[in-house]
């Protein structure tokens, strides 16, 4: 069954906008961890932010902030003061339980940045 | 500091053919190691993920194996390869005791099958 969704295949954004990319997910376990990649074109997979359940406020990391909302299961990423280089995948993935278990990613989401 | 390695970083294969990719991790003793596979434009798919020298768990039956030679040496291969096989390949650690358990990757293998 497919943990971890992403609605969006590809999303825009103007140059120093805002915007809010989705993540929904799926588990019984009251103990897991949400994360939030990007892959550039180069390929390469950057750790962005990182969400726990027990996690009272929400994750932010710099222009990166992680709108946790634990009751509707969503853990949607927003990147503020959109920059060219903010062009990317950019993949939503979970950890269940604790210790170090396998990581299930979504399907990501194609952000391109206008000038 | 702990670094990933992985080679070789592209590939050209026939069908039919074997396949070794490698992949090191220096820095930590006794990580969790990961290989995922993305197909053109889509997702991470889990492969294979191992806690141990030996212990291998294996997600997707497929014509790919791995194994865990030594502590921090993991190995992707197959006998015979598919066109289905083409992809970009990544590895992956993650490290008992960060709080977090993100993955660290790779810079990843792309393998073309012919």
């Known amino acids: 069954a497919q943990k971890i969704t992403q609605t969006q295949p590809g999303m825009f954004v103007q140059e120093k906008e805002a915007v809010t990319l989705d993540c929904t997910y799926d588990?019984?376990?009251?103990?897991?961890?949400l994360f939030w990649y990007k892959q550039p074109s180069s390929g390469e997979m950057i750790f962005l932010i990182y969400q726990g359940s027990y996690d009272q406020q929400n994750a932010t990391e710099g222009r990166y902030s992680l709108n946790f909302q634990k009751a509707r299961k969503s853990a949607n990423l927003v990147i503020s003061a959109s920059q060219l280089g903010d062009s990317a995948m950019y993949f939503c993935?979970?950890?269940?339980?604790?210790?170090?278990?396998?990581?299930?990613f979504g399907a990501g989401t194609r952000l391109t940045v206008k000038p | 500091s702990q670094t990933i390695h992985q080679w070789p970083a592209t590939l050209v294969q026939p069908v039919g053919s074997p396949l070794s990719l490698e992949c090191t991790v220096e820095?930590?003793?006794?990580?969790?190691l990961y290989w995922y596979r993305q197909a053109a434009g889509r997702g991470l798919q889990l492969l294979f993920y191992s806690v141990g020298i030996g212990q291998i768990s294996s997600e997707v039956p497929q014509n790919l194996s791995a194994s865990r030679p030594q502590d921090r040496q993991f190995i992707l291969s197959s006998k015979k390869l598919l066109l289905s096989d083409s992809g970009f390949y990544l590895c992956a650690w993650s490290g008992l005791g960060l709080a977090t358990g993100e993955l660290f990757f790779g810079e990843g293998s792309r393998l073309t099958v012919l």
């Open positions: 588990t019984s376990d009251p103990s897991y961890g």
């Open positions: 820095g930590t003793s006794n990580p969790n």
């Open positions: 993935a979970m950890r269940e339980g604790f210790g170090n278990n396998d990581m299930r």
